[in-house]
């Protein structure tokens, strides 16, 4: 059974930094793409950050060079890095695997977290 466990989030100033967390289990984790996500109130999920099995990255443009998406596949565990970080952040992040696809061009994301709450205040 695929589970998906997301930790670190929080309530921080603008300008501040958080570090996620998501414990996968359940699949053969080094092999997949996998991705964060999040979705504030009122609006709808968007993709910020996506990383494939061999490592390579994509970004939405709102996060570039502020956030860093990477994979401990010893650990079985996907990270997001979030660095100066606005009020406009504010939302419940999610990964998300894609358990059939090792490139994430053209995955579909069909396991998720339950989620992580991160407020950014001014």
């Known amino acids: 059974q695929v589970q998906l466990v997301e930790s670190g989030g929080g309530s921080v100033q603008a300008g501040g930094s958080l570090r996620l967390s998501c414990a996968a289990s359940?699949?053969?984790?080094?092999?997949?793409?996998m991705g964060w996500f999040r979705q504030a109130p009122g609006k709808e999920r968007e993709g910020i950050a996506t990383?494939?099995?061999?490592?390579?990255?994509m970004y939405r443009d709102s996060v570039k060079g502020r956030f860093a998406i990477s994979r401990d596949n010893a650990k079985n565990t996907l990270y997001l890095q979030m660095d100066s970080l606005k009020p406009e952040d504010t939302a419940m992040y999610y990964c998300?695997?894609?358990?059939?696809?090792?490139?994430?061009?053209?995955?579909?994301?069909?396991?998720w977290g339950q989620g992580t709450q991160v407020t950014v205040s001014s």
């Open positions: 998300a695997a894609a358990p059939a696809f090792a490139y994430c061009v053209t995955a579909t994301f069909s396991y």
């Open positions: 359940g699949y053969t984790y080094s092999s997949v793409c």
């Open positions: 990383i494939d099995r061999d490592g390579r990255t």
